[in-house]
Nanobody, 119 residues
């Protein structure tokens, strides 16, 4: 089991920055891919970014490239999502998730943290 706890959400204005954190516990993460997803009201949950823990390889949703960056801190077992130049359309509940290297399915999810961007 992997337990995930997100933090760092809040209400900001367009153009501001936020950094989300996801603290992981329960297992060593060297065999996992960590991801950030988001779900806006009335919309399906969408992939935002991921990082392969062992290699540091990252992927980002096209619409957030250049604005968002996923990273990890090995010592703290924590994944971050740095979000810059926030837009109202970034408003959503953001979820941290984890999946094994050999699967495409994210099995572990955090409780989510609300990000609201006002115009």
């Amino acid at each position: 089991q992997v337990q995930l706890v997100e933090s760092g959400g809040g209400l900001v204005q367009a153009g501001d920055s936020l950094r989300l954190s996801c603290a992981a516990s329960g297992r060593t993460l060297s065999n996992y891919v960590m991801g950030w997803f988001r779900q806006a009201p009335g919309k399906e949950r969408e992939f935002v970014a991921s990082i392969t823990w062992s290699s540091g390889t990252t992927r980002h949703l096209d619409s957030v490239k250049g604005r968002f960056m996923i990273s990890r801190d090995n010592a703290k077992n924590t994944v971050y999502l740095q979000m810059n130049s926030l837009k109202p359309e970034d408003t959503a509940v953001y979820y941290c998730a984890a999946r094994g290297l050999m699967t495409n399915k994210y099995d572990y999810w955090g409780q989510g943290t609300q990000v609201t961007v006002s115009s």
